[in-house]
């Protein structure tokens, strides 16, 4: 059968950029290479500025900023719709806020082209959570609002796209409460991770390399951002190391609130047990999980959570606030641990138990990597779009 085409639009380069959003793009794209002609637009961000191809894929730059977002999101869809009328495809496929200009366009020309929406965390959502949690700072309160204003656009765009895929029930629900989208009209296909690559590795070297010999390692991996939960982090840390002197609090990521943080663990006098590593190299992942005893994700908003299925893969039990799509991501009290959103003691008591039973972190690390390996896999991810794309063409 002869390939179709399918032209997805993300303002971040996916082979230069680690979210969730870009691991999507670029896992997909590997295993549906031999039945799709894939093409990325993408911004011109971290020095991206020639075409390129990764996984099967071709990756064209179309000029954002690679200043603060949202603005080289509001760049880079203007910029879309300058070639709008240039590009040809069988189907469009749009993350997040990443495609509303474009999609304009095509109404305005009365397209028939098929275009989906992609939905990974509502931003409606992210934005209302953040709005109820404590007290937001001046930066806070300008990050929400500019939140709010790209949440109106997911919003539109939602509505006017032909389908809408989004990565959890949680998320389906939501994007009917807030953005009045049909049920019918949305798809559910969860993120994924690669067993092989994420899977229980011992690797004392990494160990050595970061100076955790003989330390129990509480993992965090994502964006240093508002709805992440870090000050949760911070809490639960100061209880746990009452009791534990040995743990050690292991940040992977980036982000605005990495100086808020520096400040914070210096006024707690807590700074020696942590480490920031940053963006780490995607291939340093796997090893980095493998160094933990336990991931901790205190975030109060995700639409699904791939560092919990990334964690799980690699054996580690995992520990959440009880929020959003996260209870689907983990089997609770088999894999890991949800608690009260906002409780941050709660976190650490079940961090410190599972801290100090090694039996029990084994026997959750198993169940967790059964529990990836049967529903979320990138294989699993690439078939269900597979399916929504030949639904959308009728082949």
């Known amino acids: 059968m002869k390939k179709f085409r399918l032209t997805v639009f993300n303002t971040q380069p996916p082979h230069l950029y680690y979210g969730g959003v870009e691991r999507r793009i670029v896992e ?3 295993r549906l290479k031999a039945q799709v002609d894939i093409t990325v637009y993408s911004g011109t961000k971290s020095g991206f500025h020639d075409p390129t191809y990764i996984e099967g894929a071709r990756v064209v730059p179309c000029f954002s900023t690679d200043f603060a977002f949202p ?18 495809s069988d189907v469009f496929e749009s993350h997040a806020v990443s495609g509303y200009a474009f999609l304009k366009q095509l109404r305005k020309r009365k397209s028939k082209t098929h275009f989906i929406q992609t939905v990974h965390g509502v931003l409606a959502d992210e934005y209302l959570q953040t709005t109820q949690s404590s ?4 930066r806070e309160n300008l990050a929400n609002y500019f939140m709010w ?9 939602a509505r006017n796209a032909d389908v809408v895929v989004t990565v959890s029930n949680y998320s389906l629900k939501r994007i009917v409460q807030l953005y009045g989208v049909e049920e019918p009209k949305i798809r559910v296909a969860p993120n994924g991770v690669d067993p092989e690559r994420f899977k229980p590795v011992k690797d004392e070297e990494v160990k050595a390399k970061y100076g955790l010999i003989d330390k129990q390692v509480v993992l965090f991996v994502g964006r240093l951002i508002p709805r992440k939960g870090l000050k949760h982090l911070l809490e639960a ?13 292991v940040i992977v990521g980036n982000g605005p609130l990495r100086k808020y943080l520096d400040t914070e663990l ?5 700074s020696k047990h942590f480490k920031f590593l940053g963006d780490v190299k995607d291939e340093d992942l796997p090893s980095i999980y493998n160094c933990s005893d336990v991931f901790m ?4 908003q995700e639409g699904q959570g791939i560092a919990l299925l990334e964690a799980q893969a690699s054996a580690k039990p995992v520990t959440a606030f009880n929020v959003s799509g996260v209870p689907e991501a983990l089997v609770e009290g088999t894999s890991g641990f949800l608690v009260e959103k906002g409780n941050s003691e709660a976190l650490a008591q079940v961090i410190l138990n599972l801290l100090s039973n090694r039996h029990l972190r084994e026997k959750m690390g198993a169940k967790g990597r059964e529990f990836v390996l049967r529903n979320f896999t990138w294989d699993i991810c690439a078939s269900k779009m597979l399916s929504i794309y030949k639904q959308e063409l009728e082949i």
Do not use: C, M, Y
Not at 149 to 157: A, F, I, K, V, Y
Not at 297 to 300: E, F, R, V
């Open 28 to 30: 997909t794209a590997k």
């Open 71 to 88: 603005f080289d999101n509001w760049v880079f869809n203007h910029s879309l719709t300058r070639t709008a009328k240039r590009i040809d």
């Open 135 to 138: 007290p937001l700072s001046l």
């Open 149 to 157: 204003q790209l949440s109106r656009l997911e919003g539109e765009t």
């Open 237 to 249: 840390a100061v209880t746990i190391l009452k009791e534990n002197q040995q743990a050690a609090f």
């Open 266 to 270: 210096e006024r707690l006098n807590i």
């Open 297 to 300: 994700l205190p975030s109060i």
